[in-house]
């Protein structure tokens, strides 16, 4: 079975994507900084996952060094490394901040989170994708990356970096897939956060992108940036 490592996989995005790859027959090393929450998430991904799949959960920050060494360990003993999903990520500041107001260590934190983790964990994995036959990265982005919309400038600033990140290094490796992924807006903890004491429940599930994803990552869609509402089929209900 190949092997997937997804980040950020405790709730929202993270978990409906893990739990995708899960029932279509990925192992998975999966991470979040809540403990408690991680664990959870990993019992209700091995109820529902492929029969001999196996699920991995370590806690920790994508940011830390010791950490990123643990999931690259736990892939390398499971095996066939094929996909690295980059989902780990921080708003900033709720409510959102405009620009000229934005508390610059929160947005050094913001970048050591939505970029320079993901490329410190891409750099990780490089070795153990270099031996798959199919290696693809996916890196989970925002239109904040290209919209400009008030409030948005720092998170959107370190999803602009990390779509210039992925668009590099996709040429950089030919025989890569590398995806930067916009799943659009979902009904999340992060973008209830981003909109504090509004009603966000007219924003779909994050399982409703999950086939549209699945779809994506067993491809050979050429990289680059990818819409996933652009993939739901007309008329399919998602």
């Known amino acids: 079975m190949p092997t997937a490592i997804v980040t950020g996989a405790s709730m929202g995005l993270g978990e409906a994507l893990a739990a995708g790859l899960a029932r279509t027959g990925w192992s998975l090393v999966i991470d979040a900084r809540d403990g408690a929450a991680l664990t959870v998430a990993a019992e209700k991904l091995m109820a529902s996952a492929q ?8 806690a920790g920050d994508v940011t830390d060094p010791e950490h990123r060494g643990r999931l690259i360990e736990a892939a390398r ?6 996909l690295v999903v980059n989902n780990a990520s921080t708003l900033g500041p709720s409510p959102l901040p405009p620009l000229t107001h934005y508390p610059l260590e929160a947005l050094r934190t913001a970048l050591e989170t939505n ?4 490329l410190a964990l891409i750099q990780a994995a490089a070795p153990l994708l270099a031996g798959s036959d199919r290696p693809r990265i ?9 919209e400009a919309y008030p409030g948005w400038g720092g998170y959107g600033a370190t999803k602009a970096a990390l779509d210039h990140l992925g668009a590099v290094l996709a040429a950089e490796q030919t025989g890569w897939r590398v995806w930067t992924v916009d799943p ?10 981003a909109f504090p004491g509004e009603d966000i429940s ?3 599930e994050p399982a409703t992108v999950v086939p549209a994803f699945l779809a994506l990552v067993e491809s050979d869609r050429p990289s680059g940036r990818v ?12």
């Open 77 to 82: 003993a499971r095996g066939d490394l094929e």
């Open 202 to 204: 007219d924003r779909p």
């Open 138 to 146: 996916v890196n989970i982005t925002s239109d904040a990356a290209v």
């Open 115 to 118: 970029l320079v983790g993901p």
């Open 51 to 58: 029969p001999g799949v196996l699920v991995t959960a370590i």
């Open 227 to 238: 819409r996933l509402a652009e993939l739901i089929p007309a008329g399919s209900g998602q």
């Open 184 to 193: 659009g807006d979902l009904r999340t903890r992060m973008h209830q956060d």
